[in-house]
């Protein structure tokens, strides 16, 4: 009985032993072969399987939603009414046709914000249906899973955007800055939708029912969005609110968006003049990293606590 040994190196094949079962034709792996193959991208393989996953999770988020465009009325709805009442019922009192090209930025920021909620819904009701439980059974990166939610919310905050920029064209609102500024105002708005969905993508994997995740998807809402800049000067708070305001990451998205969009304050407004007023886009920027770096990490981990159950 002989023995045929073929060596990776030189056949560029694992190695494999011909014994007992040669001839039947019987081939069998020896302790120095692997039957999984290596995986492609070295180091940095656990992010590209983190952006395929994500990918395809986003897409099969987003045909549901061509699925069922009733999910998209919220989103469409609630700025466009918001436009209309803080336009025409409170406007006329905070400076007219001014105060409208001052109000656009600012429902930009809390209309995102607010959208956080349908991440948090939507995944939520995933867990629910046990979605999460059959992606968990597939060799899936965990943080593609949620990448895809997050992202694929962005189509929806996309279209919220569309809606409020026909919405302010339809009352007068302009853009007066130039194309680049107003480019990256709109980037800003983008980026800064993704880091609010993190916040809600970690509320629903802590609430876990959809029922929970909805109150508590809008429970923080408000606030954040009504002590803030977003629609009156932050100055004309008081005390310890008017800080909260200043430093508010809403009022840095909205008041970074004016300045991108070139619109400005009615002549009667307070002109906010702190450090987070003065460099509004710097700070705006970092308080987006810094949201997606905190809340990132504790949602992914959430679901590995929730995977090894």
């Known amino acids: 009985m002989s023995t045929a040994t073929t060596d990776r190196s030189t056949t560029g094949r694992p190695a494999c032993d011909v014994g007992t079962g040669a001839a039947s034709g019987e081939v069998r792996p020896t302790a120095t072969s692997s039957l999984v193959p290596e995986p492609r991208g070295g180091a940095f393989a656990p992010l590209l399987s983190a952006l395929r996953d994500g990918w395809i999770v986003a897409r099969r988020n987003n045909v549901n939603v061509r699925r069922t465009p009733g999910a998209l009325v919220t989103g469409v709805a609630q700025p466009i009414i918001f436009v209309l009442i803080l336009a025409f019922v409170f406007g006329g009192a905070l400076g007219g046709e001014a105060y409208r090209e001052f109000l656009i930025a600012g429902i930009l920021a809390q209309t995102l914000t607010f959208n956080s909620s349908f991440t948090a819904v939507y995944l939520a009701k995933d867990l629910q249906s046990g979605l999460i439980d059959r992606f968990r059974a597939l060799p899936m990166s965990r943080v593609g899973v949620i990448l895809g939610r997050t992202t694929s919310d962005l189509v929806t905050s996309g279209i919220s955007i569309a809606v409020i920029v026909a919405c302010g ?81 809403v009022t840095a998205v909205a008041t970074a968006v004016r300045q991108g969009f070139g619109n400005q304050p009615p002549e009667d407004f307070e002109v906010a003049a702190g450090w987070a007023a003065q460099h509004a ?10 949201i997606i770096a905190i809340f990132a990490p504790i949602a992914v981990g959430q679901y590995r606590r929730i995977s090894k159950r």
């Open 169 to 249: 064209l339809a009352i007068g609102w302009r853009v007066h800055a130039g194309i680049g500024p107003a480019l990256g105002a709109f980037g800003l708005l983008v980026l800064f939708a993704f880091a609010t969905s993190w916040i809600g993508a970690t509320i629903a994997l802590t609430a876990r029912s959809v029922e929970v995740a909805q109150s508590l998807g809008l429970l923080w809402l408000f606030p954040v969005c009504f002590i803030s800049g977003a629609f009156v000067s932050a100055d004309t708070l008081p005390g310890v609110l008017r800080t909260i305001a200043e430093w508010n990451p």
């Open 281 to 290: 886009t710097l700070y705006a920027f970092l308080c987006c990293i810094a």
